[in-house]
């Protein structure tokens, strides 16, 4: 990360990563910049057929801009061509961030752990200013939340989650790699701010990010006892996990009301109680009426990307007169489902899960924690529709899949040979 001069691809990918990861926290105009240089980096360039070449040699990042495609082609049964449009236009990065990134020269160790430093850096000072306005406004966060509501954050606050959550792995992976930019000192940074997301996670109390870092930290311990054959410590770890979400429920009031508002919440969607339609009843809904609206047109190409919005409206008025918001379906799968059928839920899946299998992938445990973040997220939210969060999960796929290419996976296999831990410090 030092002595970055932008003279080089690689470098400029660097700072322009840097400037991304910025957006994603703090601007969404930060965001849109730092995508268009990013992909200029990559193709307004002498080196553009070398770029393309590489990208093409990494399989996975040409099958991830097939997301884009999926989208296109469900125009063809869209009537709603404006809302279609607006769809695809969403996308276009899809198509065109796998070559950004994974056409550029493969970074080095050294700058693709520096980037995981910088979105945890970036993750701790946000939640400094955002823990400084909690405990300003002490008081009126905590009724907030028992109406449901949530910390203010500078995104909407399930994807502050989110990032939070994959930040609190950035710090774990940094802590047990033994990582420092340049100074002793960051080692303690590293552990202090850790801890300082994880605590602070759990005040936020937004559910789809302490599911998504739960859920990595099951993977880790399960990578742990693989590893280390610690099988006895590795299986009182999900016990340690209950009792800190326990402790976090009894003695963090933020979490505190906000369960208890979700238990009352889902008692009124199954019990039925239309006069007291909150927001879990709602996305609970909206699950619900993607899965008709499916069954109601077709199970292979789904309602089409433009008209899926149309098609919910339409349900909601008839069914449902008072529901206080109409929602489009609050997961992932059951959007790409109603939207483009089994035939788009198909490929959505082989896009996301091939990069873990390729070239064997999953024995990096860093990478696959990061998709467990994301996947995570999908079961609640439609996390790469928007902007922010499909630029989140590109960022950090394309840039694994870029470092990770070729890379030999032996160095996190339980022993090491001292040639791979010298080639490794080389980087």
């Not at 930060?30 to 393309?52: G, R």
């Not at 292979?300 to 008072?322: S, T």
């Not at 394309?398 to 030999?408: I, K, P, R, V």
Request: proline share 4%.
């Amino acid at each position: 990360m030092k002595n970055i001069q932008l003279s080089n691809p690689q470098h400029r990918f660097i700072f322009l990563a840097i400037v991304f990861m910025v957006g994603l926290y703090f601007s969404r105009a930060i965001l849109s910049i730092a995508t268009v240089l990013l992909i200029a980096n990559a193709i307004v360039s002498p080196d553009f057929k070398s770029n393309f070449q590489r990208f093409f040699k990494i399989k996975p990042a040409v099958f991830l801009t097939l997301l884009f495609f999926i989208t296109v082609f469900s125009g063809l049964h869209s009537e709603n061509i404006e809302t279609w449009l607006g769809r695809v236009r969403i996308k276009i990065p899809y198509l065109l961030l796998p070559l950004a990134i994974c056409g550029i020269p493969k970074i080095t160790t050294r700058q693709y752990k520096g980037l995981i430093y910088a979105f945890f850096i970036i993750s701790v000072m946000a939640c400094i200013g955002v823990g400084t306005n909690y405990l300003l406004h002490f008081e009126q966060m905590t009724e907030r939340y028992k109406q449901g509501g949530a910390i203010k954050t500078p995104i909407i606050y399930v994807r502050f989650s989110l990032f939070v959550a994959f930040g609190i792995v950035c710090g774990g992976f940094l802590w047990f790699k033994k990582y420092m930019l340049r100074f002793q000192w960051e080692r303690f940074f590293i552990a202090g701010g850790t801890l300082f997301l994880f605590i602070f996670l759990h005040i936020l109390a937004v559910r789809t990010g302490i599911f998504a870092l739960y859920n990595a930290i099951f993977i880790s311990i399960i990578y742990f006892i693989i590893q280390k054959r610690k099988y006895l410590l590795g299986l009182t770890l999900p016990f340690l996990m209950a009792i800190t979400l326990w402790s976090a429920y009894q003695f963090i009031p933020s979490l505190h009301n906000k369960l208890n508002y979700m238990r009352w919440d889902l008692q009124q969607y199954f019990e039925g109680n239309r006069q007291n339609m909150a927001s879990d009843y709602m996305r609970l809904l909206s699950i619900e009426t993607g899965i008709q609206i499916t069954k109601e047109h077709s199970w292979v190409f789904g309602v089409g990307a433009g008209d899926l919005r149309d098609e919910m409206d339409k349900v909601y008025e008839a069914e449902y007169p008072n529901i206080p918001k109409k929602l489009l379906p609050h997961n992932q799968y059951i959007f790409v489902l109603a939207s483009t059928g089994l035939l788009g839920l198909g490929l959505f899946i082989v896009c996301t899960f091939y990069p873990i299998f390729y070239q064997k992938n999953y024995k990096y445990p860093f990478f696959v924690c990061f998709n467990v973040v994301t996947f995570s997220s999908f079961l609640a939210e439609t996390t790469i529709e928007l902007q922010i969060g499909g630029s989140f999960y590109m960022i950090f796929v394309l840039t694994s899949l870029n470092y990770l290419n070729g890379e030999s996976k032996e160095a996190n296999l339980p022993i090491q040979s001292k040639s791979s831990i010298l080639e490794s410090e080389k980087e």
